[in-house]
């Protein structure tokens, strides 16, 4: 009987490789290679479309760098931090409503900006009219015509010397690397301005509540938690909001 398990085994073994190379999966078609696709030019190169889609995720992620350093949104997010920190609210606003505050506030005044530089350069540009240069050099003009009307002469020169630049015959003449830095300490200072003459009228209150406190003998008793109410009401009563907003769109030149 066990003389006879060799035999057994080696019939199963021939009925079975007929089955297993049946069930074997087919060896998979070799697919072409994908052409090679030239989207654009840079200069006399051709530039591919991972290097072009490449190129295009980097400037996307800078987008967000690009909104807080070259327009009105710097000043205007610190005046409303400020403002915030004056009225002595904790976190209300919440930092959500501050920063759309701030980035619909952006919006109105940067309009006018960006109306000049689609009409004058990158609008023209996607018709096939010019060149990438050239709509560069007519896009970026209204924005480089805005951060100079904010940028502080002294900004401007400490910069310059900075970069080894003694002086600039024109504004056309000024870098755009020490026109960004300029204007962004500019802004910092401006803000932080504007923010002290919001908090003026916030302290004296605090002061009063907090002499009438100590002359009633109530010392206790925090400050700042009695004068919360009078704050707000002091703010709501003159339209704070309004004012705020309406004074950091004027400020802008």
């Known amino acids: 009987m066990f003389r006879r398990w060799p035999i057994a085994l080696s019939g199963l073994l021939l009925f079975a490789l007929p089955l297993l190379s049946?069930?074997?999966p087919a060896a998979a078609p070799q697919l072409p290679a994908l052409p090679d696709i030239t989207v654009a030019n840079i200069g006399e190169q051709p530039v591919s479309l991972p290097l072009q889609t490449l190129l295009v995720m980097t400037a996307i992620t800078l987008i967000p760098s690009m909104l807080l350093v070259l327009t009105a949104f710097t000043r205007i997010i610190i005046v409303l931090g400020l403002l915030r920190q004056a009225l002595g609210t904790g976190q209300t606003p919440s930092n959500q409503v501050l920063v759309g505050l701030a980035?619909?506030?952006t919006a109105l005044v940067m309009t006018p900006v960006w109306e000049q530089a689609w009409s004058a350069g990158f609008g023209p540009y996607l018709n096939g009219e010019i060149d990438f240069r050239a709509a560069w050099t007519l896009g970026s003009e209204p924005l480089r015509n805005f951060m100079l009307a904010q940028v502080r002469e002294?900004?401007?020169m400490t910069f310059a010397g900075l970069a080894g630049h003694d002086t600039y015959s024109g504004p056309a003449d000024v870098p755009f690397q020490v026109l960004v830095a300029s204007f962004v300490t500019s802004e910092l200072k401006?803000?932080?301005e504007i923010g002290?003459?919001?908090?003026?009228p916030f302290i004296i209150i605090d002061l009063v509540v907090a002499s009438v406190l100590m002359s009633m003998g109530m010392m206790m008793l925090s400050p700042m938690l009695v004068s919360a109410p009078f704050k707000i009401l002091l703010f709501v009563l003159v339209d704070g909001w309004v004012l705020?907003?309406?004074t950091l769109a004027a400020s802008f030149n």
């Open 22 to 24: 049946l069930a074997a």
């Open 244 to 246: 705020t907003v309406g």
């Open 196 to 200: 002290f003459l919001i908090f003026i």
């Open 190 to 192: 401006t803000a932080f």
């Open 103 to 105: 980035l619909f506030l």
């Open 154 to 156: 002294t900004d401007l």
